[in-house]
């Protein structure tokens, strides 16, 4: 797997309207796939990214630089606050 995948953000979410996980990468536009499973939708998406990238280096076109592990980081900064400092000596 192209160490490159890796640092994507993906999304992965169920619908019920088409009754199964539909897996995102909202960095690269149009870039998604379904699975009957979360794990399935993974690996798909998975997939996609490796020939979306391949296909955009082909076509030349602008390849967007990952910011997976940031958005995480941003996330979880709104989910979890950070710890407040610690006095000594009171």
């Known amino acids: 797997m192209n160490c490159l995948l890796q640092k994507y953000a993906i999304e992965i979410f169920y619908s019920k309207d088409d009754e199964g996980y539909i897996a995102v990468v909202p960095e690269l536009p149009e870039c998604s796939a379904f699975g009957e499973s979360a794990e399935e939708a ?5 997939i996609a ?3 979306w990238l391949k296909t955009a280096k082909k076509e030349g076109r602008k390849i967007p630089k990952p910011h997976g592990k940031e958005l995480l980081r941003s996330f979880c900064k709104e989910l979890v606050p950070a710890p407040r400092a610690h006095r000594t000596g009171v």
């Open 42 to 46: 993974l690996e798909e998406v998975n």
């Open 49 to 51: 990214m490796e020939l």
